[in-house]
Nanobody, 115 residues
Framework: QVQLVDSGGGLVQAGGSLRLSCTASGRTFSNYIMRWFRQAPGREREFVARISLIGVTTYADSVKGRFTISRDNAKTTVYLQMNSLKPEDTAVYYC?????????WGQGTQVTVSS
């Protein structure tokens, strides 16, 4: 079983930055593909970013060029650096991994961007 703990959310003005963290339990973190998703009120949860075992990254078009996903295997932590934030980035952000076909989610961290 994998436990994920999200942190780092908060209230920021448009144009500002935040860095989210997600720390995973378990000694096989380096074997996990890690993802960030977000869910705004009244909307479906959507993909934000992904990082592979070897650090290859993928982003949703809406965040490309503004967000950066990274990982520190020694700290079993994945990060999401969010720059040039927009009000439409307001959502609860969740980290995710899939192990043996089972999805694991963090508890979520709220990001609110004021205009």
């Amino acid at each position: 079983q994998v436990q994920l703990v999200d942190s780092g959310g908060g209230l920021v003005q448009a144009g500002g930055s935040l860095r989210l963290s997600c720390t995973a339990s378990g000694r096989t973190f380096s074997n996990y593909i890690m993802r960030w998703f977000r869910q705004a009120p009244g909307r479906e949860r959507e993909f934000v970013a992904r990082i592979s075992l070897i650090g290859v990254t993928t982003y949703a078009d809406s965040v490309k060029g503004r967000f950066t996903i990274s990982r520190d295997n020694a700290k079993t932590t994945v990060y999401l650096q969010m720059n040039s934030l927009k009000p439409e980035d307001t959502a609860v952000y969740y980290c995710n991994t899939q192990v043996s076909g089972v999805d694991y989610w963090g508890q979520g961290t709220q990001v609110t961007v004021s205009s």
